[in-house]
C-alpha cells in the first residue's frame, strides 16, 4: 500500500533528474539567405524565404519542422509553421524554403514613414528571425533560436 503511494511521488522526482541528463544543445544559428515574392497584390503577399540554419552540436539534428516569426524593421511581417522534415549535419549546415503569407502594405508604409524622417531609403533592413526547432527524436523535442541580419534592398 505504501509503495503504491511512493511511486507517483518517486516519478514525479526522477523525471525532471532525467532532463537533466539529456543532451544540452545549443541554438541552431538560422539566417535569411534570399527572398522572393511568389504572388501577392495591395492586401496580401505570399513570399518564399530561403533560411541558412547552421548546427553548432556535436550531433545531427533531425527537424521535423520550425515555428518562426519574421520581423523587418521592428515591424512583424508575418509568422507560420514550415512543415519541412531534413537533417542537419553535427556542425554542418543545411537549407530550406518558408512561405511567409504577409500583408506589406502596413509594414512597407512604416518603413517609409521612418526612412523619410531619416534622411532616405537605406541599402539594407533589419530582420529578427525568432522561434523553435522542433526535433523529431530525443529527450529534447523543442530548440528555441533567435536572430538578426540585415537584407539587402538592392
Not at 33 to 38: I, Q
Not at 63 to 91: D, H, K, Q, W
Not at 94 to 103: C, G
Not at 133 to 149: A, E, H, I, M, N
Amino acid at each position: 500500500m505504501v509503495r503504491k503511494r511512493l511511486a507517483p511521488l518517486l516519478l514525479t522526482l526522477l523525471l525532471p533528474a532525467c532532463g537533466a541528463l539529456g543532451p544540452k544543445l545549443e541554438a541552431p544559428t538560422l539566417a535569411v539567405a534570399k527572398v522572393d515574392l511568389v504572388k501577392g497584390d495591395l492586401f496580401e503577399q505570399r513570399l518564399r524565404a530561403r533560411v541558412r540554419i547552421q548546427n553548432p552540436n556535436d550531433r545531427e539534428l533531425r527537424v521535423r519542422g520550425i515555428t518562426y516569426t519574421i520581423e523587418l524593421g521592428g515591424e512583424e511581417l508575418g509568422r507560420g509553421l514550415s512543415g519541412s522534415s531534413f537533417v542537419v549535419p553535427a556542425g554542418g549546415e543545411a537549407e530550406f524554403d518558408m512561405l511567409v503569407t504577409a500583408n506589406l502594405a502596413g509594414t512597407l508604409l512604416k518603413l517609409l514613414d521612418r526612412a523619410r524622417q531619416g534622411g532616405g531609403v537605406p541599402n539594407e533592413i533589419p530582420y529578427q528571425l525568432r522561434g523553435e526547432v522542433k526535433l523529431d527524436s530525443g529527450l529534447r523535442r523543442t530548440v528555441p533560436f533567435s536572430q538578426k541580419g540585415q537584407l539587402s534592398l538592392r
